[in-house]
């Protein structure tokens, strides 16, 4: 049994060796079981899409056999973005729904997002599916079905319903990386009258241009070098199953999504005082001020889409972000990440302003950061590295432990390591007032991270 496959908030491997169909389909015998609506004698109606992967089709038939041999109503809403099978759960009033998507992983891997009615579907859930797959107690229900539900226009027409574009001849450039969310998203933008330059819009599993995860420099560096030669106010960049967005400034730089965060939370604070805006703990320390000196109320949280849509729910926030570019848009929206609909409110806001993104946040303290830095490490020591690296950092600063270690030092530089929930790496992320303090703080913290690789022999 894969067990590792079973991770905090998804289900995701390596298709070809990790999800077999037999465990495929057991997956979908048991969610059958487990997304059966409470005190309701019927079967429950389980939306499923997929996103472009070459691996999808073999995998949606193995999910939609074991739900129906559950008894499960399953509509089939076809290919598309994630967000696409958030919205047709609320559309449909399903019982849940499953994304079969690796996400922003390599284009050999693939897995499934969950739904529980209109919520996340993680942690001790993820782990009793796991268990009554393992134990093989999988019991058949008569009645399953499978009927295909066209959701496309239903969820175009609400991407755009409350997006109000005064200047629709705004010059921007979309980069879908060949993943789930080109062509829908091109078709809600040119139904509100843009006219997106597209880079990699059509879908292809293989992802031969770049690899589809705007979180990484390199994978940006296309959509940069078009925006200058377009002389495009701004680049947007989905990932392959359409939740995250990445965006490039038309003088080229990157706009990490702590200070895109930033932005959107200050339209809604204007409108909304006192609003709660929730962000993870990659996020700067910035942000927390900036949003706090407007009025609004900053809170950290924990890494994970799952994670953050709880906490939103919890603290009635208005937004929530992660820097891995996440955007969860409660005003006006449903709460989940769809990052088509985080580059329409950012269109939005170039549009109304005339203004760049840079020009918006010019007032944001800068400071020296680096992106996420991935270090591998097997999904079975990296909690025990991180461990190891928090009782390293425990007297140098003020500890966090609230996902993995922030350390917080006198001079306002941070650092974070944390264990990933979608891979077997750990997450670093540094933040310092100078150049020479980062690089100082990234190697240090780096070091520790190697030292206790070694010592627990990953």
Partial sequence: MTSHVFREYDIRGVAERDLSDDLVRRIGLGLAEMLRPDGQDRAPRIAVGRDCRLSGPRLFAALTSGLRQGGAEVLDIGVGPTPKLYFSVYHLDADGGVMVTGSHNPAQDNGFKIMRGKASFFGDAIQELRRRVERGELVAQPGGSLREVDVDEAYVERLGKDIALPDKQIKFVVD?????????????????????????????GR?????????????????IARVKSEK???????????????VVDRSGEIIWG??????????????????????????????????NAR???AVMWKTGHSLIKTK???????????MSGHFFFADRYYGYDDAIYAALRTLEILSRTGKSVVELLSDLPRSYFTPEIRMDC????????????????????????????RVTYPDGAWALARASNTGPVIVLRFEAPSESRLKELSRHVESLVQKARAAVGA
């Fill in 176 to 204: 879908a990386g060949n993943g789930a969310a080109g062509p829908l998203g091109v078709r809600a933008m040119q139904r509100l009258g843009l006219e997106p330059v597209q880079l990699f819009c059509d879908m292809d």
């Fill in 232 to 246: 495009a106010i701004v680049g947007l960049a989905w990932d392959g199953d359409g939740d995250r967005l990445g």
């Fill in 295 to 297: 009025g609004g109320r």
């Fill in 258 to 291: 702590d200070r895109l965060l930033a932005l959107y939370a200050r339209g809604i604070l204007e409108k909304q005082p006192g609003a709660a805006v929730i962000a993870d703990v990659k996020c700067s320390q910035y942000l927390f001020d900036d949003v």
């Fill in 378 to 405: 097997p999904d079975g020591a990296k909690t025990e590295v991180v461990e190891r690296v928090a009782k390293a950092l425990e007297n140098e600063g003020q500890v966090n432990r609230l996902d993995g270690v």
């Fill in 207 to 223: 992802f031969p241009n770049h690899h589809p995860d705007p979180t990484v420099p390199k994978n940006l560096e296309a959509l």
């Fill in 312 to 322: 939103m729910k919890e603290e009635h926030a208005a937004i929530a972000g992660e």
